[in-house]
């Protein structure tokens, strides 16, 4: 039998997050890559959560991260991997897109060619 989602460890803090957001009036999307809208659908999980939530991304593959993620040919050409700086830019660049006061971004390495190393393919 699967588990519930999002994990009882984690409802506490969803429903944190959505209350401040709420109280202040602000909004939080998300751009995610080895995550697969996990982040997005615990967010999701709440009664109201238009309220606070303004969309999400998937930016799983190399052309999704160029149509919304604001890539370019030279991003390509200097990716060296998940970094601090890579994700900086494409939670800026969602959050910009979708016109949230917040982004949650995350970038990692997924699926049975991550072996634990480096992810050096955009």
Partial sequence: MPSPFPPRSLRSLIQEVATLLTSRHETVCV???ASGGLISSALLSLPG????YAG????????SRIAY???TQATVDVYA???PEVVAGMAENV?????????ICESGTAGPGGKG???RTP
């Fill in 69 to 71: 993620a604001g890539w």
């Fill in 56 to 63: 999400g991304l998937t930016l799983y593959t190399l052309p």
């Fill in 31 to 33: 751009a995610e890559t």
């Fill in 95 to 103: 959050r910009g897109k979708l016109g949230s006061t917040w982004c």
């Fill in 81 to 83: 991997g998940p970094s």
């Fill in 49 to 52: 959560a238009s309220t606070y």
């Fill in 117 to 119: 190393g480096k992810n």
